[in-house]
């Protein structure tokens, strides 16, 4: 299957970036280099170094990025390993970051990935396959009150406590393999009358996901360290798929503009602590209508721009 991902404000993310010729940028989620592309297209005599963990999306950027190899450098890792692994390479500041979050169009649209409900495949979800833990070994393997944590905090999910307990009755009878199992024992575990707005499945595969991935501990790890390798006047730009994403890189780019920890009441500061830049987007960039009529998974997307002093 060819890994096809729509670029999600692409025009609005390249003008935020503000790309000089000669920058050094740093795309954390390469995928099919959408992004990349259009980034590279504007290099003469800088950099793009593109990193992703998934395979797929590793060889799909490889190929539609060949003819710019002379200005880019691909790299197949988690970005949060990103900036230190450059760093031994001597590649210490950037002019650019950019990370577009969640999981790709390919990821969800390639069945044997086990990321969606809508077609019955093993339960894998892993973006790195070359980690072990895969949604089976959770599913199967957690107990019931961390399958509750994870729904509920990774999912929002109001129903999670039953859907936990659905899933440790339903695994005493035999290991759950499969993405159409799961989603038969969500159903079950949410009554009927309550099945609205949206797949009943949605949010639990999303909480099993981000477990999977770790998703949310790499990017809260990743941010303060993203920030302090920009080179001042560079631009780190962050698209959002959900409100638990949003939520943290909002709160990472407020303490890195003040992150001032004196009592309100002192009239100095005394902590010390410097800002290291300022939010660009006091409200998130979200899609325009044409975006959303092209490509509906946008929908959800919020974009937020942090400058370096």
């Known amino acids: 299957m060819e890994f096809k991902h729509y670029s999600v404000m692409l025009e609005e993310t390249i ?20 992004h990349s592309s259009e980034i590279a297209k504007r290099l003469k005599t800088g950099h793009l170094y593109g990193v992703d963990q998934d395979a797929a ?28 692994q450059l760093a031994e390479d001597g590649i210490k500041e950037f002019d650019g ?39 089976s070994d959770i599913v199967n393997g957690y107990s019931e009150s961390e399958l509750y944590r994870i729904i509920r905090d990774y999912g929002e999910e109001k129903f999670a406590k039953n859907i936990a307990k659905h899933i440790v009755i339903a695994r005493g009878k035999g290991r759950i393999e499969t993405t159409s199992q799961l989603d038969e024992i969500i159903h079950a575990a949410i009554p009927a009358k309550m099945r609205t707005g949206g797949h009943p499945a949605k949010q639990t595969f999303q909480a099993i996901r981000i477990e999977c991935n770790q998703e949310l501990k790499v ?6 360290e993203m920030i302090k390798a ?37 009239p100095v500061c005394v902590c010390g602590k410097k800002p290291l830049g300022k939010v660009i987007t006091r409200k998130p960039i979200i899609p325009s209508d044409r975006e959303l009529e092209e490509n509906s998974r946008s929908k959800s997307a919020k974009l937020r721009v942090f400058e370096r002093e």
Not at 20 to 30: A, C, E, R, S
Not at 65 to 78: A, G, M
Not at 98 to 109: A, K
Not at 219 to 224: A, F, G, T, Y
Request: glycine letters at 6%; charged letters at 30%; proline letters at 5%.
């Open 15 to 34: 003008e935020e970036l503000k790309i000089k010729p000669d920058g050094i940028y740093l795309d954390g989620t390469l995928g099919g280099a959408g």
């Open 57 to 84: 999306a590793i060889e799909a950027a490889s190929e539609r990025l060949k003819e710019y190899s002379d200005r880019v450098t691909i790299i197949r890792n988690n970005y949060c390993n990103a900036i230190e």
């Open 97 to 135: 970051i950019l990370l577009d979050l969640g999981v790709s169009s390919y990821q969800l649209d390639a069945a044997d990935r086990g990321f969606s409900y809508r077609y019955d495949a093993p339960l894998d979800m892993r973006m790195d396959q070359r980690q072990e833990l895969t949604a």
């Open 219 to 224: 990017l809260e790890n990743s941010l303060d």
């Open 230 to 266: 920009l080179k001042p006047g560079g631009r780190f730009c962050i698209i959002t798929f959900h409100s638990l994403e949003d939520r943290i890189v909002k709160s990472a780019f407020k303490r890195n503009e003040n992150p001032c920890t004196c009592p309100p009441e002192f």
